[in-house]
């Protein structure tokens, strides 16, 4: 059972350029989410998913988009990187009743841009 | 969701019992406790949550104070892998959003 899978695992992007961080799940789980750790710092919710088809944003959602096609992927797109978004990004599922028992998390990405 | 407030810092002695503490006075009647705890930049990792009863399972108990307005989080013997950030979130679990604070840092010495 892998859990939360994310890819990849380190990434270093040039200024403007796109790409999407991929994240999936093997759980079953409804609710999917993406999270941004700045050093020293909490994490902080760029955007989630309670379902196939259904996004929302969070705290940090700029610059970012989701979609969720099917229950198990919710990949992340950078649409034109900037140096702000050098973070450490984590992805994020539990079953929708649910949040009761817990959030598994993937063991992230870190991803530079210069 | 109600906000959380948690030392920055703590450290106990390895073997000892570590009892983190927090803060969550504008707790709501729905809103749960949770506790994660983030290892060295690794993926976060669920400990316990509660909601007015004390919880107990294999890594940790939590205590809710009666009136839940603060809890207690308890490894009951430490240990050197138990370093790390520890988390104190509160939350209804109806809408699945997790806060997190900046935690506070176990520093668990030998």
């Known amino acids: 059972n892998a859990g939360v899978t994310q890819t990849p695992k380190f990434q270093v992007l040039k200024t403007g350029q796109s790409m999407t961080l991929q994240c999936a799940q093997d759980?079953?789980?409804?609710?999917m989410s993406w999270y941004r750790q700045d050093p020293g710092m909490g994490l902080r919710l760029i955007h989630y998913s309670v379902g196939a088809g259904i996004t929302d944003q969070g705290e940090v959602p700029n610059g970012y988009n989701v979609s969720r096609s099917t229950t198990e992927d919710f990949p992340l797109r950078l649409l034109s990187a900037a140096p702000s978004q050098t973070s450490v990004y984590f992805c994020?599922?539990?079953?929708?009743?649910?949040?009761?028992?817990?959030?598994?998390f993937g063991s992230g990405t870190r991803l530079t841009v210069v | 969701d109600a906000k959380t407030t948690q030392p920055p810092s703590m450290d106990c002695a390895e073997g000892r019992a570590a009892n983190l503490p927090c803060n969550h006075s504008?707790?709501?009647?729905?809103?749960?406790v949770y506790w994660y705890r983030q290892i060295h930049s690794q993926g976060p990792q669920y400990i316990i949550h509660g909601l007015k009863n004390n919880e107990t399972n294999e890594m940790a108990s939590l205590i809710i104070t009666e009136d839940r307005k603060s809890s207690t989080l308890i490894l009951p013997h430490a240990t050197l892998r138990d370093t790390a950030v520890y988390y104190c979130?509160?939350?209804?679990?109806?809408?699945?959003?997790?806060?997190f604070g900046k935690g506070i840092t176990l520093s668990v010495r030998p």
């Open positions: 994020a599922s539990s079953s929708w009743t649910g949040a009761l028992y817990g959030y598994t």
């Open positions: 979130i509160v939350n209804a679990g109806a809408n699945s959003k997790l806060t």
């Open positions: 504008t707790i709501s009647g729905n809103e749960y």
């Open positions: 759980m079953n789980h409804e609710y």
